[in-house]
């Protein structure tokens, strides 16, 4: 018997926490409603994109394996997204720890250079120079950024997500999106230059 | 005059527009492996939780076992009803 293509994801989370041991097809259709977002968003919280996949891959493991202590007070969707938002969170927290013995300018810098390739490499239309100008900012900015206005988190959920105030996090999702304009405003002039020059 | 004013909250109405608005629906496609990847990593764990359980269960018939031995051993008269040398 196949799955039912109709159904809403209440419905098939409920199917796939019924399923026998082994049935993954509910699950399955669950991750395929939502695996772009979600590779989306792993893609950006970690500014990794060559580890994105992995990361999704985790966070729907941990998904299916939590899938019989889910008790369904939320949404797949908000559910998922807290598990991914953790575990991303975690992996650039723990990267960061990896990597604090080099010097940070030089770190910053190397970062920098990796974007602007990427970005020469991504910048073919509007949507992949927003895909571009995340990779390029600031890890603090970025993050926050992501949270509310990829994800759509509230503000009270990023600072608890983040361990800091709710001050905190409006300034930094301000600064964000002051720095997310900044950088992609340079990047159309650099790019008009390019076509006249 | 009863003062009326209220400060309006902190900025919770986002100030978006473009190019920030292009967030919101901004994705990227996953490899067309990712599910057939994911598939296969739901089958290993599961396999190896299974594994995992097996083997405890095992270990543990093998204690409880040698504990019985070891109780027939020490206290030979506790035997089953009807049983005889």
């Known amino acids: 018997m196949s799955i039912d293509l109709s159904l809403d994801d209440s419905e098939l989370l409920m199917q796939a926490q019924e399923a026998l041991e082994g049935d993954t097809r509910a699950f399955e259709e669950l991750v395929r409603r939502h695996q772009a977002k979600v590779v989306t968003n792993c893609r950006y919280l970690s500014g990794s994109p060559s580890d994105a996949e992995d990361l999704a891959q985790e966070v729907?493991?941990?998904?299916?394996?939590?899938?019989?202590?889910?008790?369904?007070?939320?949404?797949?969707?908000?559910?998922?997204?807290?598990?991914?938002?953790?575990?991303?969170?975690?992996?650039v927290t723990k990267k960061r720890v990896q990597t604090v013995d080099v010097d940070p300018v030089v770190a910053e810098n190397a970062a920098r250079a990796e974007a602007k390739a990427e970005r020469h490499l991504e910048q073919e239309d509007t949507r992949e120079q927003v895909g571009a100008v995340l990779l390029e900012?600031?890890?603090?900015?970025?993050?926050?950024?992501?949270?509310?206005?990829?994800?759509?988190?509230?503000?009270?959920?990023?600072?608890?997500?983040?361990?800091?105030?709710?001050?905190?996090?409006?300034?930094?999702?301000?600064?964000?999106?002051?720095?997310?304009?900044?950088?992609?405003?340079?990047?159309?002039?650099?790019?008009?230059?390019?076509?006249?020059? | 005059m009863a003062d009326d004013h209220v400060d309006p909250p902190v900025e919770e109405v986002d100030d978006l527009g473009e190019p920030i608005e292009a967030l919101r629906n901004y994705t990227v496609e996953p490899s067309s492996s990712f599910l057939v990847r994911l598939r296969n990593r739901l089958r290993r764990r599961d396999l190896s939780s299974q594994v995992a359980t097996l083997s405890w269960?095992?270990?543990?018939?093998?204690?409880?076992?040698?504990f019985?031995?070891?109780f027939s051993i020490v206290d030979p008269d506790e035997r089953g009803e009807g049983e005889t040398d």
């Not at chain 2, 269960?57 to 040698?66: K, S």
């Open chain 2, 68 to 70: 019985r031995m070891i």
């Open chain 2, 57 to 66: 269960t095992g270990l543990g018939t093998v204690v409880l076992e040698f």
């Open chain 1, 60 to 91: 729907f493991v941990k998904a299916y394996f939590g899938l019989a202590r889910f008790e369904r007070r939320s949404s797949f969707e908000t559910w998922i997204r807290r598990i991914k938002s953790n575990h991303c969170i975690n992996f």
């Open chain 1, 137 to 197: 900012m600031t890890e603090t900015l970025r993050i926050p950024l992501i949270l509310r206005d990829m994800d759509g988190m509230a503000y009270e959920e990023i600072a608890d997500e983040l361990g800091i105030g709710l001050s905190a996090v409006k300034m930094r999702i301000k600064r964000g999106r002051e720095e997310f304009r900044r950088i992609f405003a340079e990047q159309d002039a650099d790019a008009a230059e390019a076509a006249h020059g």
